[in-house]
């Protein structure tokens, strides 16, 4: 019997078959996740901030960024069998979820989350296959290791599996 893990925000987690990931309540943070096709073994990554290095303070939970988020969930996924070589990546998320005025870049963390998860997957070689990023909507995800599917669901909108 297969069962859904739940990675809440700023969390991590890896699943292997039949198991899949889900994540709910998706704004302007971006679910990273990663799939090793030979293992069937795949991750998710629930990232808040785009940049470790730009934040003073608590960086005591790495899932909480895309560059230390990405780089934990790999080395779980590694520990477990997975191949850096050969992981894939799927992302959704990153909505502007509110309207700033100003030249406030604030507004504007959700692109900023997303530019960083593809600059470290980027860095890293890994390819993202597909992505539903963006918009001013939320999200929900659900990820199924065994067959790669990235189910996206939006309140008024149609699933997306991409």
């Not at 470790?52 to 909480?64: C, Q, V």
């Not at 996924?77 to 979820?97: D, H, N, S, Y």
């Amino acid at each position: 019997m297969s069962e859904i893990i739940k990675v809440g925000m700023a969390d991590l987690k890896i699943a292997s078959p039949p198991d899949g990931l889900i994540t709910m309540g998706l704004g302007s943070c971006v679910a990273v996740a990663l799939r090793d096709p030979i293992t069937k073994i795949g991750g998710m990554v629930h990232v808040m901030l785009p940049d470790s290095t730009a934040i003073r303070g608590d960086h005591s939970n790495p899932a909480k960024f895309a560059d230390t988020g990405i780089a934990e969930l790999i080395g779980l996924m590694e520990a477990k069998g997975a191949k850096r070589t050969r992981l894939t990546a799927k992302l959704a998320g990153g909505a502007t979820m509110f309207a700033v005025s100003g030249k406030s870049d604030w507004g504007l963390i959700g692109k900023r989350n997303v530019e960083s998860c593809r600059k470290v997957l980027a860095e890293l070689r890994i390819p993202v296959l597909s992505e539903s990023t963006g918009e001013n909507y939320g999200r929900t995800v659900t990820f199924y290791p065994e067959t790669g599917e990235y189910h996206v669901k939006a309140v008024g909108k149609e699933l997306l599996i991409i």
